[in-house]
């Protein structure tokens, strides 16, 4: 019966085994079967400002009129400004505020700060004006907008901005067409003329189309700043800094190269002061790495240089958990408990101390996050993640493969245990 149980226990190891390497093979070099490609992991990770490059603007903002600046037009103003981002197609970029009247915007892979400046600083406000100077409708009343060519009655194409109304921009739209027949409409951007069409017929399909654009770049441009929508505030540009491409991959590549470094480190300390135990907990350090990034690509994290810190702090917490439960167990051992006996009373004793330490860091992450923005948060992130991940690996991973590995009577002596 011993036998029967031991087989199966063995076989269990084996087949694990093959999955982790199976797992660890595929995370790192991809994989592809028939019309299936999964990449590797590293292809689907979001990389921040300081490992990719772009652009850091601080903005301080200005009061249009009487009313100062409140807290509501600051979310408004964050809020509109993450829309343009989010436009331009930079789904890792960060908009968070700074302090009462300021701005921080952080947009990866773009080198260009004047670039950035007109997407993100204008304030973007949006008029039709009739020939009595009076506005028509404003941008709020755009419901959508696109750059596209069109060709004039010449035959010539030309890059232009289309708009569509939504239902209150249409009527406004369709009656002052109606109205200024043969006459100018303009169309202004923050005060500035940037077309004058004449009415040649009255437009009541909610659809019109701004001209003058040297190239379709400039129709882009401004179609992402009316579909953005204005600014409540006016901003001004206090603080830019870039951070070139190669600066960051190599921040990327020096980081990645010290957290080997580091993890291989532990992996060997492990295996020398623990011997069995020291490998089997090598297994499952190997299996929270793999889960912790697994979890930030699935949860669309960023990853920052701080949060790379993160990571590797909840290695270290991780490791710090092993180490408590194996002295423990050591403990018991020396006290003249079997091998099983003491392993579950190592376990448990080392349970309060274990969950102790990480509480009180689960707090700390839990008061950056809330308190902090930008890059602290995301330190807060992945420390906090690596936490959950680490407990899960150390308390429930580790003592089930010992337990495996005991079960297949390969190794019964508390000398491979190291204890």
Known sequence: MRQKFSGKSTAALIIFLGLLAFCAYTLIHGLSVGVYDIGKLGDHVHY???LTGGVNVVLQAEATDDSGITSEKMDSTVAAIKKRVDSMGVSEATVSRQGDDRIRVSIPSIQDQQEALDMIGKTAQLEFVDPDGNVILTGENVEDSKAVTQ???SGVEQAVVTLKFNEEGTKLFAEATQKYLNQQIEIKLDDEVISAPTVNVAITNGEAVIEGMEDIEEAGELAELIRGG????KLTAVETSTIGPTLGQDSLQQSIFAGAVGIAAVLVFMLIA???LGFIADLALIIYVMI??????LMNVTLTLPGI???ILSVGMAVDANVIIFERIKEESRSGKSLNA???AGFKRAMTTIMDSNITTLIAGFVLFFLGSGSVQGFAVTLVLGIFVSLLTAIVVTKHLIKLVINTGLFGSKTFYGI
């Open 230 to 233: 204005a600014l409540p505030v």
């Open 309 to 311: 810190a993160g990571m």
């Open 151 to 153: 060709q004039t009655s």
């Open 48 to 50: 921040g400002l300081d």
């Open 292 to 297: 912790d990034l697994l979890i930030m690509v």
């Open 274 to 276: 623990y011997r069995g």
């Open 342 to 344: 003491a392993i579950d």
